[in-house]
């Protein structure tokens, strides 16, 4: 039976993870994690058509907000124990950060952390 599979790399080695037939699969990426102080992990991942016999749309999109907005970890993910991982900045900044002109399979969230 062909399949399609979604594979994550949270420590440098493919892992395979079941998705539900006709679901709609989201992953929110690098921002998620930025936002929420490094609460809810982002990680590479890709898409494996399995014998290239099942129906797959994707659709890539980047969605944010005004690339002047100031953006930094939510006060809601900040306290004592867990202080700011990664610095405020402007979107456009953050942006220019991940090289979003360049494709790349790597994440720069990890340089982005303050400690």
Not at 66 to 82: G, K, R, T, Y
């Amino acid at each position: 039976m062909s399949m399609v599979a979604f594979k994550s790399c949270p420590k440098k080695e493919w892992i395979s993870v079941k998705i539900t037939p006709n679901a709609i699969f989201i992953n929110f990426g690098d921002q998620i994690e930025f936002l929420t102080n490094g609460r809810y992990k982002s990680n590479v991942h890709r898409v494996v058509l399995e014998n290239n016999k099942v129906s797959r749309i994707s659709i890539g999109t980047l969605h944010g907000p005004a690339l002047e907005a100031s953006i930094a970890p939510d006060p809601e993910f900040v306290n004592q124990s867990h202080p700011p991982a990664y610095p405020g900045m402007t979107y456009k900044e953050y942006l220019e950060f991940n090289g979003f002109d360049e494709i790349d399979v790597q994440s720069s969230i990890t340089q982005l952390r303050l400690y």
